[in-house]
């Protein structure tokens, strides 16, 4: 009889102790986690800097120069669109009004609520109104606070990179460091294609929701597939909450059936091409964590760091088989949240589709 109660005991309470560490040390540990990961996708670029001969504090600022330009590119391409939906505040307002008469009336004849008791109602919200409206002042103080930081990390990761890569190989005794800088790499390099790879799956997205919101008459449909890609970045729902409000927006703008339908359908297209063509061919095996624990990682990351543990929790938790497929004591983890190995994994469609590619790259 295995009698390994003390061992399973102690485990659990190491498990609850991270996890309380993580919740309670999330204002610090939030902005770094992003930091980092960021500056793993930026590390080929900044070597090849240093490689031309260009100082390392030189090569660590034109990497953040150029993600502070991507973002600023975005960030153009929303106001850009966004500016497009200014002819539509008139009826958005008509809209407003026509709603709020509506519910006034309701009021009046079913609930029995006068025009000055709902006047009086108003009033005693007010200072709640205020409370949220400090409330929203201080998240966004606390967001731009947090964006500074992000950047002040990113920086320093890059510039420090050396250097933190000698400390976490020293960490371990000499017979154990060659297999120490295998991990180091082996976990940026996975951050780094996750982060590469997203990065083309959101615009592959970009043009098919841009097509498909075209073709089925969608006024401003560049705006709602940036929105839709965007919201790629939040696994299994971004695409679905962004095609939601895209329905929304255009049912209150008056769509017809068949707009709505034409929206539901590119939805349900996009998310064929996505989960059976571009997902196996963009970011194929990068991320080998298997589906069951890929949710899991997702719920606890929202438990634990809300919105941004969900953004992190694929990166972090593949970082997290990596080193326990090279940690004995950790190798059963690894086994448990990493993919099942199958003789054929893939359709037989994307393995043509895989040859075609890599035949005209060769050609």
Known sequence: MINSTPSVLKKLLILFLVFAGLYYAKDFLIPLAI?????????????????KKLPKALAAFLCLLALLLVIAGITSLLIWQIGDLATDVELIRQKALETLIAVQQYLINHLGISAERQLQLIKNEQSSFAGLMQ???????????????????????????????????KLFPAEQQEEMEDVVDSAAHVSQQYIVGLSKMIFCLWIMYSIGFSIAGVDNPILFAVICGL????????NFTGSSLTLLVSAVHGAGLPMLAGIALTYGIVQFIQGWVLEPLIVGRQVKINPLFTIIALVIGKLVWGIPGIILAIPLTAIFKIVCDHVDELNPYGFLIGEIETVKSEPDFIIKIKSWFKNKAGN
């Open 35 to 51: 930091g980092t990961v960021l500056a793993t996708l930026f590390l080929p670029m900044c070597k090849w800097l240093e490689e």
């Open 135 to 169: 409330t929203m002042a201080g998240s966004l103080a606390y967001i731009f606070t947090s964006f500074i930081l992000v950047l002040a990390y990113i920086f320093l990761l890059l510039y420090y990179k050396g250097h933190l890569r000698k400390f976490f190989v």
């Open 231 to 238: 919201l790629e970045i939040i696994p299994f729902v971004g």
